[in-house]
T-cell receptor
Framework: DSGVTQTPKHLITATGQRVTLRCSPR?????VYWYQQSLDQGLQFLIH???????AKGNILERFSAQQFPDLHSELNLSSLELGDSALYFC?????????????????FGPGTRLTVL | DAKTTQPNSMESNEEEPVHLPCNHS???????IHWYRQLPSQGPEYVIH???SNVNNRMASLAIAEDRKSSTLILHRATLRDAAVYYC???????????????FGKGTKLSVKP
């Protein structure tokens, strides 16, 4: 158990819909990262938040957005869903801000949310 | 970002040592070598990391070549639970806020036979 929780575990929805995925980081971790894992693209970084502020964006579509709340949990919002958005979505947390971590910080991953768009 | 190259798949017998290679010929002097693994139906998990010297922890050992252009993750006695995809990832110790994310390649799928 990594200490990172994600809900829901599974989500089935239809094209065009909007869903929200939730992530609670490990106690004390200020950084939250979101990753998408699909069969053809592998694990891809989406977005990084640190202590409530967006720090970096990766291959995140404009239809997707995220936020980190004062209690440090994070939500990933996916809208106008398409079949190709079906994937596993993982969040990870780490204690440090990326800069200054010296390349040594460890990311702890949650169990993921499996999204199926029909 | 410096790239890593790993074999697509490897097989091992249970209770035998496993050596998982990683090539990173363009590694910079400030890159740490990290290993993560992903068990079936789970999120990735940290295994080990190192800079120049060999490293050991309860999960594995990391052997780093003297020129740092390659490294090897060593599982001393493979168990069925070690069947997973293993990712070798480089992380710059001087990175800024935009580079804190992990960049995953395809990794090596390790199968362990009983």
């Amino acid at each position: 158990d990594s200490g990172v929780t994600q809900t829901p575990k599974h989500l089935i929805t239809a094209t065009g819909q909007r869903v929200t995925l939730r992530c609670s980081p490990r106690s004390g971790d200020l950084s939250v990262y979101w990753y998408q894992q699909s069969l053809d693209q592998g694990l891809q970084f989406l977005i990084h938040y640190y202590n409530g502020e967006e720090r970096a964006k990766g291959n995140i579509l404009e239809r997707f957005s995220a936020q980190q709340f004062p209690d440090l949990h994070s939500e990933l919002n996916l809208s106008s869903l398409e079949l190709g958005d079906s994937a596993l979505y993982f969040c990870a947390s780490s204690v440090t801000l990326a800069s200054g971590a010296g390349g040594t910080d460890t990311q702890y991953f949650g169990p993921g949310t499996r999204l199926t768009v029909l | 970002d410096a790239k890593t190259t790993q074999p697509n798949s490897m097989e091992s017998n249970e209770e035998e040592p496993v050596h998982l290679p990683c090539n990173h010929s363009t590694i910079s002097g400030t890159d740490y070598i990290h290993w993560y693994r992903q068990l079936p139906s789970q999120g990735p998990e940290y295994v080990i990391h190192g800079l120049t010297s060999n490293v050991n922890n309860r999960m594995a050992s990391l052997a780093i070549a003297e020129d740092r252009k390659s490294s090897t993750l060593i599982l001393h006695r493979a168990t069925l639970r070690d069947a997973a995809v293993y990712y070798c990832i480089l992380r710059d110790r001087n990175y800024g806020g935009s580079q804190g994310n992990l960049i995953f390649g395809k990794g090596t799928k390790l199968s362990v036979k009983p």
